[in-house]
T-cell receptor, first 114, second 110 residues
Framework: NAGVMQNPRHLVRRRGQEARLRCSPMKGHSHVYWYRQLPEEGLKFMVY????????ESGMPKERFSAEFPKEGPSILRIQQVVRGDSAAYFC????????????FGPGTRLTVL | DAKTTQPTSMDCAEGRAANLPCNHSTISGNEYVYWYRQIHSQGPQYIIH???NNETNEMASLIITEDRKSSTLILPHATLRDTAVYYCIVRVDTGNQFYFGTGTSLTVIP
């Protein structure tokens, strides 16, 4: 049973470009969560999605960031017009059900903005 | 979600038990205690969780005090691969997210 998959594992972008991060949840999991980890800090929650629905986006920056989890395919975290401060590790987690369950994390995507 | 307090760092000799403490004095009745760990540059790994009773699985044991104000994660026979940052998190049973603090950096020494 494959775990949570994220790609790319490393992504380099220049300021002003767009970054697209993909996450495929574990088989049988329909709940996806995105977290961001800045250097030397703990993970910070960004958004929680179910298929075709955003359930909780309380941790998402108000501008430039968006997330989706379509009916088919992986969840996508999209960052438009990236800035150096967006450089971080972005982790995706999934769970079989929603609230109250443990979350299983992927290996992360390390975004570097030049 | 209640706040937790953990020591910044700990050392443990290889083969010995590692006991990682966590204080959560403001925990409320419907909050679970979860433990995750993050090995350098990897995604967090779920270890164990509990509400009131002590719990054990193939990775670790979780001891929760009777008043639930603190808990201890026990790795019975630490190996070098257990070197990681360990996060103690309390979360309501209806919570959507985990609040990761700075955790305890455990170093297992040969």
């Amino acid at each position: 049973n494959a775990g949570v998959m994220q790609n790319p594992r490393h992504l380099v972008r220049r300021r002003g470009q767009e970054a697209r991060l993909r996450c495929s949840p574990m088989k049988g999991h329909s709940h996806v969560y995105w977290y961001r980890q800045l250097p030397e800090e703990g993970l910070k929650f960004m958004v929680y999605l179910q298929k075709e629905n955003i359930i909780d986006e309380s941790g998402m920056p108000k501008e430039r960031f968006s997330a989706e989890f379509p009916k088919e395919g992986p969840s996508i975290l999209r960052i438009q017009q990236v800035v150096r401060g967006d450089s971080a590790a972005y982790f995706c987690a999934s769970s079989p059900r929603g609230s109250g369950n443990e979350q299983f994390f992927g290996p992360g995507t390390r975004l570097t903005v030049l | 979600d209640a706040k937790t307090t953990q020591p910044t760092s700990m050392d443990c000799a290889e083969g010995r038990a590692a006991n990682l403490p966590c204080n959560h004095s403001t925990i409320s009745g419907n909050e679970y205690v979860y433990w995750y760990r993050q090995i350098h540059s990897q995604g967090p790994q779920y270890i164990i969780h509990g509400l009131k009773n002590n719990e054990t699985n193939e990775m670790a044991s979780l001891i929760i005090t009777e008043d639930r104000k603190s808990s201890t994660l026990i790795l019975p026979h630490a190996t070098l691969r257990d070197t990681a940052v360990y996060y103690c998190i309390v979360r309501v049973d209806t919570g959507n997210q985990f609040y990761f603090g700075t955790g305890t950096s455990l170093t297992v020494i040969p």
